[in-house]
């Protein structure tokens, strides 16, 4: 399985952006997508998942701001991020997880100013 993500950039903060992660190669239909951030000095962190039933999970620091989604005919999953702060401002990864392996994405920089 391979991963390509997009949509990162400089944004000010209260502002939006959307992340895009498409999954290609052989993809089975029970699966999990998530999204993790990684920021200068500090470990890789969970921000939102969601699971190919639909079910989704959130971080706390996100809740109520960034939405996941996802298209399963075009294998995409989407990270809509609203109101942006500041602590938001990382490498963001995705991850496609099934039959108890884990892929990676390449990351995407999102940066936002205050």
């Known amino acids: 399985v391979q991963l390509q993500a997009s949509g990162g950039g400089l944004v000010q903060a209260g502002g939006s952006l959307r992340l895009s992660c498409v999954a290609s190669?052989?993809?089975?239909?029970?699966?999990?997508m998530a999204w993790y951030r990684q920021a200068p000095g500090k470990q890789r962190e969970s921000v939102a998942r969601i699971i190919s039933g639909g079910s989704t999970n959130y971080a706390d620091s996100v809740k109520g701001r960034f939405v996941i989604s996802r298209d399963i005919a075009k294998n995409t999953v989407y990270l809509q991020m609203n109101s942006l702060k500041p602590e938001d401002t990382a490498v963001y990864y995705c991850?496609?997880?099934?039959?108890?392996?884990?892929?990676w994405g390449q990351g995407t920089q999102v940066t936002v100013s205050s």
């Open positions: 190669g052989r993809i089975f239909s029970i699966n999990v």
């Open positions: 991850k496609h997880s099934q039959l108890a392996r884990d892929y």
